[in-house]
């Protein structure tokens, strides 16, 4: 059990790694961040309707299930309300715009954006052990495109590529945090709040894929190419569900 929570610690801070790293080496094309935005949105919607809702219902109730989805989707919204959205494009701005400062201000929200995306990773684990390593996979997969528009604009503005690739990274902190908070705590509330908080981590993933993920990775330049890749991360849900 210890390897298990070791491994998706690790897995979970992946994304800003890889994804800072990636914005000060070369940055990939849009069309392949679509698609991993598409991808790991799949996965999400999978995991909260086959795992985590399932899981909040059979711990405590329908009713409690729901006012959770509730929950957790009114606490994302005052969220987005606060903090930038992440978009591939933003790594490659208009010139006159201060770069530097967009990153910065990007690198604040995302700090903000990603503690309840690591005490999902936790709160899986109420459904079961695999579930909470899928949302860690589909967390990390959705975190390189904002570790890209992070880490790149800063570089391009400070040709700083160390500075630019660890002040990017600090993102996976936030992940830290919440993984800790929520791993702590869940030895000491109820069944029933169990359970409101896994449909609360439910009503999370469901936003931040139906508010970020696809209308960003529907953008202007792409085809059919990111439904198939959000249809490819469904299945890989359900497949892994048999395995």
Same mark, same amino acid.
């Given at each position: 059990?210890?390897?298990?929570?070791?491994?998706?610690? $690790? %897995?979970? @801070?992946? !994304?800003? +790694? #890889? &994804?800072?790293? /990636?914005?000060?080496?070369?940055?990939?094309?849009?069309?392949?961040?679509?698609?991993?935005?598409?991808?790991?949105?799949?996965?999400?919607?999978?995991?909260?309707?086959?795992?985590?809702?399932?899981?909040?219902?059979?711990?405590?109730?329908? $009713? %409690?299930? @729901?006012? !959770?989805? +509730? #929950? &957790?989707?009114? /606490?994302?919204?005052?969220?987005?309300?606060?903090?930038?959205?992440?978009?591939?494009?933003?790594?490659?701005?208009?010139?006159?715009?201060?770069?530097?400062?967009?990153?910065?201000?990007?690198?604040?929200?995302?700090?903000?954006?990603?503690?309840?995306?690591?005490?999902?990773?936790?709160?899986?684990?109420?459904?079961?052990?695999?579930?909470?390593?899928?949302?860690?996979?589909?967390?990390?997969?959705?975190?390189?495109?904002?570790?890209?528009?992070?880490?790149?604009?800063?570089?391009?503005?400070?040709?700083?590529?160390?500075?630019?690739?660890?002040?990017?990274?600090?993102?996976?902190?936030?992940?830290?945090?919440?993984?800790?908070?929520?791993?702590?705590?869940?030895?000491?509330?109820?069944?029933?709040?169990?359970?409101?908080?896994?449909?609360?981590?439910?009503?999370?993933?469901?936003?931040?894929?139906?508010?970020?993920?696809?209308?960003?990775?529907?953008?202007?330049?792409?085809?059919?190419?990111?439904?198939?890749?959000?249809?490819?991360?469904?299945?890989?849900?359900?497949?892994?569900?048999?395995?």
């Amino acid at each position: 059990m210890q390897q298990d929570i070791v491994l998706i610690l $690790f %897995i979970s @801070v992946l !994304g800003p +790694i #890889i &994804g800072s790293f /990636i914005g000060v080496i070369k940055k990939p094309s849009e069309r392949f961040m679509y698609n991993m935005l598409a991808f790991a949105g799949g996965v999400m919607l999978s995991i909260s309707f086959l795992e985590l809702i399932p899981s909040s219902i059979k711990i405590s109730s329908i $009713f %409690i299930c @729901v006012i !959770g989805i +509730i #929950i &957790g989707t009114i /606490i994302m919204f005052f969220l987005d309300k606060l903090i930038p959205h992440i978009h591939p494009e933003l790594s490659c701005q208009e010139h006159g715009r201060n770069l530097k400062r967009t990153s910065i201000f990007l690198i604040l929200g995302i700090f903000l954006h990603n503690i309840p995306e690591g005490m999902a990773i936790v709160l899986g684990s109420e459904s079961a052990a695999q579930a909470s390593l899928v949302i860690a996979i589909a967390i990390s997969i959705h975190n390189i495109p904002e570790g890209i528009c992070t880490s790149a604009p800063y570089y391009n503005e400070t040709k700083l590529r160390l500075k630019s690739f660890l002040l990017s990274s600090t993102t996976a902190i936030p992940i830290l945090v919440g993984f800790s908070i929520a791993f702590i705590l869940r030895n000491f509330i109820s069944t029933n709040m169990i359970g409101l908080i896994v449909g609360a981590t439910a009503g999370f993933m469901i936003y931040i894929t139906a508010d970020e993920i696809i209308p960003t990775s529907c953008g202007e330049n792409t085809s059919h190419n990111t439904i198939i890749s959000l249809i490819i991360g469904i299945l890989f849900v359900i497949i892994l569900g048999f395995l």
